[in-house]
């Protein structure tokens, strides 16, 4: 998507510090006069403005895993014995290349994804994944 997100694991900060970090530098640059060839997603922006995400965000800011999570929500069949999710995701930190497992509920890796809890599921993982870090 050519976007920048910030990754809170392989920076080691707290999302707080973080954000005002990228915002003293953002704010230097344009108090200066540089103009800095970044490019944030929509969902971003809506996070900034207070504004909630949908699926379409998602599917802008993460396009793989929207066009994933809509095919999971349109689906007509079997969910749980097709998709083979549970309410767990695998997030990579980058430096290290290493993935790490983040309950979306409590037991996540418990709980299977079905035809009754994946709308459950969606909201949880399309507000998780690109807000993740930003709250």
Known sequence: TRCYWFNT????????????????????????????????P?????KLCGMN????DLILFNPELGKGLQQLLEFEGDVESVFCRDFQIS?????????????????G???????????????????SEPTRQAE
């Open 9 to 40: 694991q392989t920076l080691g900060l707290e999302t707080d510090t973080l954000y005002e970090f990228v915002g003293i530098i953002l704010g230097l640059a344009i108090y200066n006069g540089v103009i800095l060839d970044v490019h944030f």
């Open 42 to 46: 929509m969902a971003m922006y809506k």
């Open 53 to 56: 995400l949908t699926l379409e």
């Open 91 to 107: 997030v990579e930190v980058c430096l290290d290349k290493v993935m790490i497992s983040v309950d979306l509920k409590p037991n």
């Open 109 to 127: 890796a418990m709980i299977p994804v079905t035809n009754e809890n994946r709308k459950e599921y969606l909201s949880l993982i399309h507000i």
